[in-house]
């Protein structure tokens, strides 16, 4: 009985369960390399191929893009503003003298006041329009998405076609004020040739041409934001307004940076509008800084002038763009999500 117990119970360790087979003693798996050794540790490694780093070579389309497009240009603007040329012949070396004369220029620094204006009352009147544009469009109203669309439809259209479209509105002789003034009493209204309320029509114009964009990032925005958060806000008693202040505007504040460097950009390469619009008039109310370089690369032929100006223009810009970043902590930017 003993023996053939034993008999029994060896030829069940050794043929039994399927756990034993293929196993080592004790049911251990076969020795071979450590895969944590200096062999196996390499070869694991080796093995599994690293998905969540792309390799250098995904940066070479966009590096060369750059390259051609953007930093080649500027390092032929550097160059063309150091020299007098007018588009025919060779450029000749002038050394600082367009310097100088960007320096000296009250145009110039008038233009620049113009173009701050302009940026500044840009940013009063876009933010907070598209904020609460793009806060509302985010909501599940029912006629949201067919009102979305027409708040839409001004960034589908170009430059050119809303300047030419809103130059033909505001014509002060066939226009709609022309029949609209007199029967208000205001006799013939000319926005267009006021020097301030040129300068408040192109503000006006930009807005409606740009707050759809922002509208969009606003509501993008607002999308991501948890349901949680105001489910929580409700609870504790808060209101819309309450929950506006205190969950939307942080939750948003990195994409009112986002935007804000759009806006500041933009305007202060502004030009196509102020060009058909008002043609830097009535006088020079409406003369910024990128039509002014306009002005004197292709009305004046001063290419080497012309590319002091936009040398400079890309110098405000960046700079402006890289300040606001800094301050507002963009570039240590994470998620607003993160923890929940």
Known sequence: MTGRSSSQATGGTMTGTPAAEGSGAGGRPPRGPRPDGPRGGAAARAAVPRTGRPGPLWAVPGLLYFAFFAALPMVLVAYLSLTEWGGLGTPRFVGMENWSRLTADPLMRKAVGLSLLLTVLSWAVQTPISLLLGVWAAGRQRSRA??????????????????????ALLDPNFGP??????????????????????????????????????????????RQIPPSLYQAAEIDGAGRLLAFWHITLPQLRHTVTTSSVLMVVGSLTYFDTVLIMTGGGPGTSTTIVPFLMYRAGFESWELGYASTIAFTLVLVATVVSLLMVRFTGFGNMRSTREGM
């Not at 267009?192 to 192109?202: D, E, K, Q, Y």
């Open 146 to 167: 067919v009102l979305s669309a027409i708040f839409f439809l001004p960034l589908l259209l170009s430059s050119a076609a809303i300047a030419l479209i809103w130059r």
């Open 177 to 222: 004020l022309a029949w609209l003034g007199p029967r208000l009493g205001l006799g013939s209204v000319d926005v267009l040739g006021g020097t301030n309320s040129a300068f408040l029509v192109i503000v006006f114009v930009s807005a409606w041409q740009f707050i759809p964009l922002h509208m969009l990032l606003y509501q993008g925005g607002a």
